[in-house]
């Protein structure tokens, strides 16, 4: 049985990382999507929040399971069966970035082998972060996300923008 895992912060999942996942649940037997905390990153959503985003997003996808963890990629991988570590690359950069990564994984264990899947150029432009900043600023980015994620980014946003400026309010008195 081929196993997979593709780990990211998802923090929104977009449609590319989607289109990723759809691919690799076509090439492996049984692909888990897993949530991972990125420390140098500030979340918007939760790892709860995201877990509930994804499941929703991959529902018809039935060999795609949603997890979450700590620690080394490559212990999840130990711990789940799992031999193939599957990533996406957008451009010349993530390549170099995830062929170090892939490098100190193999390092980590022999039997981690890294799947690269080439994003659609539909979706090379595209990062979780540079989402957050667009919508932060007004732009409508739903032409990027599922409809659940996208519906919840504009209700998260909107209660950070009442947070704010009840906030303004209490300093203006």
Do not use: W
Request: net charge negative; aromatic share 6%; glycine share 6%.
């Amino acid at each position: 049985m081929k196993v997979a895992v593709f780990p990211g912060s998802f923090d929104p999942l977009t449609l590319g990382h989607l289109d990723l996942i759809k691919r690799g649940s076509a090439l492996f037997d049984q692909l888990a999507v897993a949530v991972m905390t990125n420390e140098s990153k500030n979340p918007l959503f939760t790892v709860e929040e995201r877990v509930a985003q994804i499941k929703e997003a991959v529902s018809g996808l039935d060999n795609v399971s949603v997890i979450t963890t700590e620690g080394l990629t490559v212990d999840l991988m130990n711990r789940i069966g799992a031999d193939y570590l599957m990533r996406g690359l957008r451009n010349a950069t993530d390549f170099q970035y995830e062929r170090d990564i892939a490098a100190m994984n193999n390092f980590l264990d022999d039997q981690c082998e890294t799947v690269f899947f080439l994003a659609k150029p539909e979706y090379q432009h595209l990062s979780s972060s540079l989402l957050k900043e667009v919508t932060s600023a007004g732009g409508d980015i739903s032409a990027y996300l599922p409809a659940n994620i996208n519906e919840a980014l504009k209700k998260r946003l909107m209660k950070r923008e009442m947070l704010r400026v009840k906030k303004d309010n209490e300093k203006a008195r």
